[in-house]
């Protein structure tokens, strides 16, 4: 792995993230920090950067009242020679958020920035600066690159345990010095109320740090942005964020389990039934407390292709807002699938248009698995295979017309990272073992939870022929995270012989399993 080095990146977490981190516990609690600077706006939940490419950017932060964000931006730790980049005004209006691109960035280079909140009123009085620092993609071959997926964060009401010290999950990813980061999908869990404390099988307890909007199921949006910012009382996540860049995607968590468009609940936990309505505020919050790229567009779009250099391109996919509607699906045609018509179209143009190595779809929900929606007690499908081993039916048709496409396009390095069931595995895809047989092969790798119930293995469908080569998963269900099961995957792409490598990692970063891909071929 030809991987380039980082230097000073340990060092800048080490002096400004400390005071940066420690802010956000005690202010969303209700207590002063001890460096708060009277009448100054302070940004205790930290800073994240997003959708970096060779040459931009996007920097985040959260003022505690109105203020102005600048962001600074150096070569060096010592922030000489800085620029200057003027951002939004943070107001009541965005939950005090605020996302500033940057742009005319060095390809492969390290970026050293730091965030200041400034008085509107008076710009020369501004709050303490919070650092952080990310890579911008190489325009090089040569420099390789690394970067992490999961998913599935503060689910079945497992949540910031501070005598299991919180996420810590990301303390073993920000040690493998990634890249980026590509978080999956359920990235809160709307539906899921965290309560102080659980009961575990062993006579244990397991305690959650909870606050108000974590009391219930999220219906307002100021509900859901609580939902949000609950995370971020992390500092583990916090220091992570300051260190690594993520590529966002979301699933239902974000607004409430299995949803669909037009859906409407019968769970007597909501006053608001319509999903839609709930939809719209979840995707409200979730554009403000993330630093995606498409979301400030008109359409507001989640899908999108983020390209990082020469040897990937990583499409990111929304199976969750242009889906049908969840139901046994075992149609014989089916125009709008998971995907929606116009989404399908995108990705079949920007596969054709890409000439990255590697091209990775992340998916939001796996292919092959099956993943049941029982909620209103019919046998229901939530994502695309249905337990049918035959021909294509359903939203299997939508994913059979891509498979097909991309094999008489003859794109090659396809790969497809998934999480939302809660164990990790890898399956290939083989037309020898298949009902569907007009597609070449290709794997699946699915990772996950973050900081969530683990669960036992899905069933697999064998309309596309898949094989699970690994798998690691429990037995019974929702096992807490003091039980294990949390899992995170990396990728590795030599910038010499452009293989890819995806090793399935535990908690600790412990690997479980490894598999190397080879540049231009079909099957591996």
């Known amino acids: ?134 890579r911008t993609a190489s325009a090089r071959r040569r420099d390789g690159i690394r970067f992490l997926w999961s998913g599935d964060l503060a689910g079945q009401g497992w949540g910031i345990n501070p005598d299991f010290g919180g996420y810590t999950i990301y303390n073993a990813m920000g040690a493998l010095d990634p890249d980026f980061f590509l978080c999956s999908g359920d990235n809160i869990y709307a539906d899921g109320p965290i309560t102080s404390s659980v009961a575990l099988p062993d006579g244990s ?41 993520s590529i966002i995607q979301w699933d239902d968590h974000e607004v409430t389990n299995n949803w669909y468009p037009g859906e409407i609940l019968g769970d007597a936990r909501y006053t608001e039934k319509s999903v839609d309505v709930l939809a719209s505020r979840a995707r409200q919050a979730f554009s403000e407390y993330f630093p995606i790229s498409t979301l400030r567009r008109p359409d507001g779009r989640v899908y999108r292709t983020v390209r990082h250099g020469p040897l990937l391109d990583v499409f990111v996919l929304d199976m969750r807002t242009y889906r049908n509607a969840n139901s046994t699906d ?89 999480a939302d069931v809660h164990h990790t595995s890898a399956q290939h895809y083989q037309p020898s073992r298949a009902a569907f047989t007009d597609f070449e092969p290709f794997w699946e790798f699915v990772s996950g939870p973050l900081n969530a119930g683990a669960f036992p293995a899905s069933a697999l469908d064998n309309t596309f022929g898949p094989e699970r080569v690994f798998v690691k998963a429990p037995t019974t269900s929702n096992v807490s995270p003091a039980g294990g099961y949390q899992f995170f995957g990396e990728v590795d792409i030599d910038g010499h012989s452009g293989e890819l490598t995806v090793r399935l990692r535990e908690q600790d970063g412990a690997v479980l399993f490894t598999q190397v891909l080879h540049p231009g071929r079909v099957g591996q």
Not at 103 to 111: A, D, F, K, Y
Not at 330 to 350: M, P, S
């Open 330 to 418: 075992d149609q014989t045609t089916d125009a709008q699938g998971i995907l929606g018509a116009e989404q399908l179209k995108w990705l079949k143009g920007e596969l054709s248009r890409s000439r990255a190595v590697w091209k990775v779809i992340a998916s939001d929900m796996p292919l092959g698995l099956v993943v049941p929606d029982t909620g209103d007690g019919k046998p229901n499908i939530e994502a695309v295979a249905q337990g049918d081993p035959g021909a294509p039916l359903g939203r299997e048709l939508q994913i059979a017309e891509l498979l097909r496409f991309i094999k008489h396009r003859r794109i090659t390095g396809t790969v497809w990272l998934t």
């Open 1 to 134: 792995m030809s991987h380039r080095p980082f230097l000073g990146r340990r060092s800048v977490l080490r002096g400004s993230l400390a005071a940066s981190a420690a802010l956000s516990l005690p202010t969303a609690l209700g207590s002063a920090p001890a460096f708060a600077l009277s009448g100054r706006p302070e940004a205790g939940w930290g800073v994240q950067t997003g959708d970096v490419t060779c040459d931009s950017g996007l920097v985040w932060v959260r003022s505690d009242r109105p203020a102005r964000m600048i962001v600074e931006t150096s070569a060096t730790e010592s922030f000489r020679n800085v620029r200057r980049w003027h951002g939004p005004l943070l107001g009541a209006d965005t939950d005090f958020t605020g996302t500033t691109r940057l742009r005319g960035l060095p390809s492969g280079e390290q970026i050293h920035y730091r965030v200041l909140l400034a008085d509107p009123d008076d710009p020369r009085r501004t709050g303490e600066p919070v650092t952080g620092t990310f």
């Open 205 to 245: 307890t397991w305690r959650n740090i909870t606050t108000q909007e974590k009391s219930k199921v999220a219906e307002t949006l100021a509900e859901f942005r609580g939902n949000f910012s609950y995370n971020l009382l992390d500092d583990n996540l916090k220091r992570f964020n300051a260190q690594v860049p």
